[in-house]
């Protein structure tokens, strides 16, 4: 059987090229890192882990009605803005703002549902505005028991626990380019959600491996998160 290969698809994360060697799996029209080599995965997530999920859907809407649509599509959303929530189907609503959110899709449906919210936005009389963030915003995760103390030599908001609890959400700036950090983990992988402009994305990937280096961290797939 032929290895999957990113050239293989029309839609690539501005990471691929470093994904050399990876096992990929099928993410809807693109592809994402499954696993590298026979490493044990589920110890690194737990210890220090980076993934890149910039393939993964997301999107966004601005607008004063846009708590409204959303609400009418089953989403629960946070009661104030830089605070996020897990929606029961695993996808990530944020709440940038007043009227601002940033939906992430959930690995487990291949991100469909957010995909498919984008799909059926229609400009309308009602003030919710699309925002569309495939292509402005690469989606990294960071996992593990040293989350705080990685990001502590990139960023200069304090990501310990009791200041940044579960749910929170920063926009900031770390290794001097603009991120929005979102603490919302995985089952019981604590986790931290990090987006950043994709034209600055390969950067930042080696920011954080350098910054991880120090607690034994290492690029994973999803393998260990499904």
């Known amino acids: ?133 495939q292509d402005s915003h690469a989606w990294l995760l960071l996992t593990g028991a040293h989350i705080a103390e990685v990001m502590a030599k990139l960023c200069g908001v304090d990501l310990r626990a009791e200041a940044f609890p579960p749910g929170a959400v920063a926009q900031t700036s770390a290794a001097r380019i603009n991120v929005i950090l979102i603490n919302l983990a995985e089952g019981e992988l604590p986790c931290l959600q990090v987006l950043c402009d994709r034209a600055s994305a390969n950067y930042f990937w080696d920011a954080l491996l350098d910054a991880m280096a120090e607690f034994g961290g290492a690029v994973a797939g999803v393998d260990g998160l499904l």
């Open 1 to 133: 059987m032929t290895s999957l290969t990113a050239e293989d698809f029309i839609e690539r994360s501005p990471l691929y090229p470093l994904h050399a060697g990876a096992r990929l799996a099928v993410l809807g029209n693109s592809a994402v890192v499954a696993r590298y080599g026979n490493q044990e995965e589920h110890a690194q997530l737990q210890r220090c882990a980076l993934i890149d999920l910039t393939n993964l859907p997301r999107v966004g809407f601005r607008g004063a009605q846009s708590a409204d649509y959303l609400r009418q599509r089953g989403y629960q959303l946070p009661g104030a803005p830089n605070q996020a929530l897990t929606q029961a189907d695993g996808c990530l609503v944020a709440r940038l703002s007043q009227t601002e959110y940033l939906l992430l899709g959930s690995l487990h449906d291949s991100g469909s549902r957010i995909a498919q919210e984008e799909r059926d936005w229609q400009f309308g009389e009602t003030a919710n505005y699309l925002l569309p963030r």
